[in-house]
């Protein structure tokens, strides 16, 4: 429910410049309801992660605030945002994997041709 939250009033109602490219991947909250971790990702450099993260941390009172209309407990949590990078390695390894793929690939399809060629039955050929 916090992700669903701070996701929705991060897309539609903050208008803070510096908050851009964010994707909210998930909340973690603490057993005893006080604290929420939300983890999010930057799409940009890190000077763009960095200027995201202080408009979001200015932002924390007003999320915490929607966050409060939606969850009826005795607590509101306190939101922690976090940076998290999987999906930007995810996007570098799959660089990775693309470059290196194809190569091997080529590579199989040679050897696969030449061995359907040596291996084949000769019962199966014409005379």
């Known amino acids: 429910m916090i992700r669903e939250v701070v996701s929705t009033a991060i897309l539609f109602e903050l208008r803070d410049p510096r908050i851009q490219n964010v994707t909210v991947l998930g909340a973690d909250v603490s057993p005893d309801l006080r604290y929420a971790t939300v983890r999010i990702s930057v799409m940009g450099d890190e000077k763009m992660a960095a200027l995201t993260m202080h408009g979001l941390t200015s932002a924390k009172g007003y999320l ?3 966050v ?3 969850i ?3 607590y509101t949590p306190e939101l922690r945002f976090v940076l998290d990078d999987t999906v930007q390695k995810a996007v570098q390894t799959s660089a990775i994997l693309r470059d290196v793929l194809p190569a091997e690939h080529g590579d199989q399809t ?3 041709d030449g061995l359907e060629v040596s291996g084949s039955d000769p019962d199966l050929q014409e005379s």
Do not use: H, I, N
């Open 68 to 70: 409060a209309e939606y």
């Open 110 to 112: 040679d050897q696969e």
């Open 64 to 66: 915490q605030s929607r």
């Open 72 to 74: 009826k407990s005795r």
